[in-house]
């Protein structure tokens, strides 16, 4: 997958983009980053990005001009998925990173100031937000919404790893507990049931655990959650009543 960013700071995506388990999809071939500065695109000849809003109010807006011709110039006719980050979008799940993930190219728009000229909408094909708060840019959501899909996209993760098998992928559950060695770490001990190698046992605690994590953490998750009879009766036991 062909991943480009269309931002005022390309500068801060270089550590993201090429360390760790980006850098290594990057080094087999899987993905390629490309930022493209949109200040270059500017025609002002203060290479202003910004003005005022029409009607008034605080805060600058971001110009239609140098993002049209940012885009146009990285699109040069050919097609991808356009992506803006901003507050305003749907909100981020695993499913949208799922299917994104499918995508041959992406396009990315990581907005500023307080907001974008409504005229670039036109570029767009969705807009994307990473929660229900405000950042001060597009640019630290860009790198969360990569991060994200790249997970699904076959060989990204080590062949042991797998998107599929985590918090959210788990029946709706968050993940459980993890330990490893020593078994005993300044007196903190790791579950008895973990060192016995009895894998059905450890297969419901693991489950159980997950089911209290979630009660704990995120109990509007367990509506949503595929839960057996006995998961049902656990949770009723630690104080869980069922949504009519
Ligand atoms: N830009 C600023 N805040 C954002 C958010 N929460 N999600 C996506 N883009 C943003």
Redesign the pocket.
């Known amino acids: 997958m062909r991943i480009d960013v269309l931002t005022l700071f390309p500068e801060m995506f270089e550590g993201v983009f090429h360390t760790s388990m980006l850098g290594r999809a990057e080094s087999k071939g899987i993905l390629s980053f490309h930022t493209h500065d949109i200040r270059e695109y500017s025609q002002n000849k203060h290479h202003n990005t910004d003005d005022y809003a029409f009607g008034g109010g605080a805060g600058m807006v971001m110009m239609a001009q140098p993002i049209f011709d940012c885009m146009e110039a990285v699109l040069n006719g050919e097609s991808a998925r356009r992506i803006l ?3 305003r ?1 749907r909100t981020l799940t695993p499913d949208m990173a799922r299917e994104l993930a499918k995508e041959e190219r992406i396009v990315i728009l990581a ?1 500023h100031y307080e907001g974008l000229d409504e005229r670039i909408s036109e570029l767009i094909d969705d807009e ?4 229900d ?3 001060t ?2 640019e630290l ?1 860009a790198m969360v919404l990569v991060d994200c899909l790249a997970r699904f996209i076959p060989g990204v993760l080590g062949c042991s790893e797998s998107a599929e098998d985590e918090s959210f992928s788990n029946d709706g559950l968050l993940e459980y507990p993890q330990y490893t060695r020593p078994a005993d770490f300044r007196g903190r001990l790791v579950p008895e049931v973990l060192l016995n190698g009895n894998h059905a046992e450890i297969n419901k605690w693991r489950r159980q655990q997950s089911l209290l994590k979630t009660l704990k953490m995120r109990p509007e998750l367990l509506e949503g959650a595929r839960l057996s009879k006995s998961d049902v009766e656990f949770l009723e036991q630690h104080g869980y009543a069922k949504q009519e």
Not at 128 to 131: F, T
């Open positions: 980050m901003t507050p979008g907005g994307i937000s990473i929660g708060y405000v950042l840019g597009g959501p």
